[in-house]
C-alpha cells in the first residue's frame, strides 16, 4: 500500500504533540520522585550481544523463543535489541569494580519485541525501571514496592491491583518442579500445546498461563510455597509485614510466577483491570543473574508506559498531569514591527520566557488563528500606530481584554524581572 511509506513498522509508533507533553510530563514527574529515592540513571545501549538476553532472561521463556529481535551484524556477531533493561544493567554492572554491587539504578527507554501487535502490546515500547543491588533482604524488595505505588499515586493513576508471590530460593526450583510434576501428571493431555512443553522445561510457568483449560487444571492445585523451604517462606513472611508497616496495599496470587526466569524469592504484577486482556502495567522481583563468572543479585521493577499512558487516558487524568508554562504568540502587522517583535521574542526567551511569532509575514488574521492554535494566554501586537507611540497591544486569550503598555509596563505585566 502507496501510504504503508509513511507508517512506522507494525507495531511501532511516532510520538508526538499533543500526546508527547503527557509522555514528557510523566518522565519529568518521574525523574524527580527517583531522584528523591536516591537512584540515579543508567543509559545501556538498545543493542546488545544476543548472549546477555539469552542466558539470564531464560532459554526456555517466551520472550527468548519467539520474542527477540536478534540478527546479525556486519561482523557476522549475534545481536538483539533489547527487549527488557535488567540483564543489559546486569552486564554493565558486573563488568564494575565491587563497590558498584550496591547501587541504585533507574532507566527509562524504548523495549523491542517481536509480539503479535494487538492492544497493549507494541514491538517497541517504553519502561520506566528501577533496580537496588547489593541490599540482600526483604526491606529492598519492599521498597521497590512501596516506590512503584508513590510513582502510580504521583502520576494520578487510580483503580490498580498490586498481587504478589514468591517463587521461592534458587535451590527450591527443584523440589517445586518435581512436585509440580507430580501435581499435574494426570492432566498433561488436557493441557495447551505451550503448556504440553512447559511440563517438560519449565513447569512453573504453567501457573500462570491464560488458557482457560489449563486454568481450571491450574485453581486445583496447592500453593507453591507449600513446595518451598522454610527460609523461602519466612523471607517472604518479612516482605509482607513490611509491606503492611508501610501501608501499601498488596494482594497475594499464589498463581503469579512471572515470565522471565531469573526471579527468586519475591516477584509481583500491577494491574489495571480498565485495560483488559494486556492489563499488567508493571512487574518485577528480585533477582540472580548470572554473567560471565559472576552472579549478580538485585530486586527491581520495570512499568510499561504505553499501557498507563492507556490507563491514565481511561481515568481522564492524563491532561492533569501537564503544567505547561504559558505561552505568549507575537504579532507583527508591517515589516518595521516583524523586526522588531523578533528581538523582542529573542530578548524575553533569553529572560526565560515561552514565546513565538509568525515568520512568514502573513495577515493578522492568520496570525491570530495561530495564536490559538498555540494555545497562547497572552499575545502582544504590534502594528505602525504601536510603532510610533513606542507601544505594545496586550491581549488576554482568556478574557479577551486589551491594553495600551509602554515598554516599563509590558515588562511588569509579564513579570519580567531582568532588565532589558
Ligand atoms: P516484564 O513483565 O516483561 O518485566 O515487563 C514489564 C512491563 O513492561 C509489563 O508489565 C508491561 O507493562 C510492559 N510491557 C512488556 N511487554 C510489552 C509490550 N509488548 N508492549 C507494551 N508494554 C509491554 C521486565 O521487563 C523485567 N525486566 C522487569 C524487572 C526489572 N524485573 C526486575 N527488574
Not at 139 to 160: R, S
Not at 288 to 314: C, D, H, N, S, Y
Not at 356 to 366: N, V
Request: aromatic share 6%; hydrophobic share 40%.
Amino acid at each position: 500500500m502507496a501510504t504503508d511509506q509513511y507508517q512506522p513498522l507494525q507495531g511501532m509508533s511516532d510520538l508526538t504533540a499533543p500526546e508527547i507533553d503527557v509522555w514528557q510530563a510523566l518522565e519529568t514527574r518521574s525523574r524527580e520522585l527517583l531522584d528523591r529515592y536516591a537512584f540515579t540513571e543508567i543509559r545501556t545501549p538498545v543493542l546488545e550481544r544476543t548472549s546477555v538476553f539469552a542466558r539470564s532472561i531464560g532459554d526456555t521463556t517466551d520472550i527468548v523463543q519467539k520474542e527477540m529481535y536478534t540478527f546479525e551484524d556486519r561482523g557476522g556477531r549475534s545481536v538483539t535489541l533489547r527487549p527488557e533493561a535488567t540483564a543489559g544493567v546486569m552486564r554493565h554492572i558486573a563488568g564494575q569494580g565491587p563497590e558498584a554491587l550496591e547501587s541504585r539504578l533507574y532507566y527509562l527507554g524504548p523495549m523491542f519485541r517481536a509480539e503479535r501487535p494487538q492492544a497493549g502490546r507494541k514491538r517497541q515500547f517504553h519502561q520506566l525501571g528501577a533496580e537496588i543491588l547489593g541490599a540482600p533482604n526483604a526491606a529492598a524488595d519492599a521498597e521497590c514496592i512501596a516506590l512503584q505505588h508513590h510513582l502510580l499515586v504521583e502520576w494520578g493513576l487510580k483503580e490498580y491491583r498490586i498481587q504478589i508471590n514468591t517463587r521461592g530460593l534458587p535451590e527450591d526450583r527443584r523440589a517445586v518442579g518435581a512436585a509440580l510434576r507430580d501435581a499435574l501428571s494426570s492432566s498433561v493431555a488436557t493441557l495447551c500445546e505451550d503448556c504440553r512443553r512447559r511440563y517438560e522445561t519449565n513447569p512453573l510457568r504453567i501457573l500462570d498461563c491464560k488458557n482457560d483449560a489449563c486454568r481450571r487444571v491450574v485453581d486445583r492445585l496447592p500453593p507453591i510455597t507449600q513446595f518451598m523451604s522454610s527460609e523461602a517462606r519466612e523471607y517472604f513472611q518479612e516482605v509482607m509485614r513490611l509491606l503492611k508497616r508501610l501501608e501499601i496495599p498488596v494482594e497475594e496470587n499464589p498463581r503469579l510466577v512471572r515470565g522471565l526466569d531469573y526471579y527468586v524469592h519475591t516477584v509481583w504484577e500491577i494491574t489495571c483491570p480498565a485495560l483488559g486482556a494486556q492489563d499488567a502495567v508493571s512487574g518485577g522481583g528480585r533477582y540472580v543473574i548470572p554473567v560471565g563468572a559472576k552472579e549478580v543479585e538485585g530486586v527491581g521493577f520495570a512499568m510499561g508506559l504505553e499501557r498507563v499512558m492507556v490507563a491514565l487516558r481511561e481515568q481522564k487524568a492524563d491532561r492533569d498531569l501537564i503544567s505547561k508554562r504559558p505561552k505568549i504568540w507575537l504579532i507583527s502587522s508591517g515589516t518595521a514591527a516583524f523586526e522588531e517583535n523578533l528581538v523582542l521574542m529573542q530578548s524575553l526567551r533569553m529572560r526565560g520566557l515561552c514565546c513565538g511569532m509568525d515568520l512568514q509575514g502573513r495577515s493578522l488574521k492568520a496570525q491570530m488563528r495561530t495564536a490559538n492554535r498555540q494555545s497562547a494566554a497572552q499575545v502582544i501586537i504590534r502594528g505602525e500606530q504601536e510603532m510610533d507611540n513606542g507601544t505594545f497591544l496586550l491581549k488576554d486569550m482568556a478574557t479577551g481584554e486589551q491594553e495600551e503598555l509602554d515598554m516599563p509596563g509590558l515588562m511588569e505585566r509579564l513579570k519580567v524581572v531582568t532588565p532589558f
